[in-house]
Every structure is written in C-alpha cells, then in structure tokens.
C-alpha cells in the first residue's frame, strides 16, 4: 500500500523506511512470507499518524518530535523494532539507512533552531 502525505518529500522517505523496516523485522522474527496482523497493524498506525502530523511541513523526524502523537505502547514497540532492524537494515540498504540517519540529523537541528526562535520570542 502506497501512501502519500502532503508533507514533504523527506517525511514520505522517513515513512517507507520506516515501514521496510518493520517489514524486516516481522519477516526474520515472525519468519513469515505474509506480515502478520501485529506488524501490518503497526504499519497502519505509523500511516496513520505521519500522514495525520499536525505540524505540517514544518514536522521533525519523529523520533525528535517535540509533541509526540504515538500511544505510548506504539511508542515503546516501534523503539523496539527500530533498535532491533537499523543495524540489519543499514546492511541490507546502505544508501537508504544513511539518508535515514542524515535527516533524522538535520530535524535535530531544524528542532533545536525552533526552540532557540521559541525561547527568543517569550
């Protein structure tokens, strides 16, 4: 299933490796050729909430969101998939998971920016 947000390119690029990710993870763990209905359920979620961000363009990545929208049992289950998946993934696509790691980077810096122009203003 393709979904396209109306955010940006680099939040539609965090969105696929997210779900390869998880895609990963269900099939070496759960050793399946079908997802199972935990790991497709958690895809849809993640759709669900980057697709839904209320930040818009300006939204980090969300692993440095200042206002996280995950439950925080999705939170803890996607902390522990992305822990387990990002060394075999940085394996298995290179090129993906080192963009992946440089725009988690530059939201870091986008969202310290915003802090600085926040705690400016007040």
């Known amino acids: 299933m393709i979904v396209i947000n109306n955010h940006s390119v680099r939040s539609q690029r965090e969105l696929n490796t997210v779900k390869a990710m998880i895609r990963l993870y269900c099939k070496t763990l759960h050793r399946g050729a079908v ?10 979620y993640v ?35 992305l822990r387990w998946t990002y060394p075999r993934y940085f394996w298995r ?4 998971a080192i963009q992946f790691k440089l725009d988690n980077l530059r939201s870091v810096q986008m969202s310290s ?5 926040i705690a400016k203003t007040s």
């Open 35 to 44: 997802m199972c209905s935990e790991c497709e359920s958690l895809i849809e």
């Open 47 to 81: 759709e669900e909430r980057v697709t839904g961000c209320r930040l818009g363009e300006e939204k980090p990545s969300c692993m440095h969101c200042i206002g996280h929208c995950y439950q925080s049992a999705k939170r803890l289950q996607m902390i522990h998939v």
């Open 93 to 96: 696509h290179p090129f993906r």
């Open 113 to 117: 920016e915003k802090t600085n122009i």
